[in-house]
């Protein structure tokens, strides 16, 4: 069975919080068996400069998720286009 949404917000819980120190929102947009869709929002004060590449953060969702459930992980993220947006 594969993990629920609400497990896979719990496993990316640690990633929310280092992207919340910089104001951005991280939402888990789709779910399938081995596969996730990230969003990651930028609130009024997030600063662009601190968010790390892309390929960065997906290589740490991965991580999260195969401490959550141990399979090759298909990550997408969403990023936003410009701080405040």
Known sequence: M???REDI???LAPLSTV???DDFRLE???TDAH???LTITAGPTA???CLVP???TRRMAEQHLNALVRAQWHVEIAYPTDAGE
């Open 2 to 4: 594969p993990p629920s």
């Open 9 to 11: 917000t719990r496993a």
């Open 19 to 21: 992207l919340a120190a």
């Open 28 to 30: 888990v947009s789709h």
């Open 35 to 37: 596969g996730v869709t």
């Open 47 to 49: 600063c662009p400069t």
């Open 54 to 56: 892309e390929h960065i």
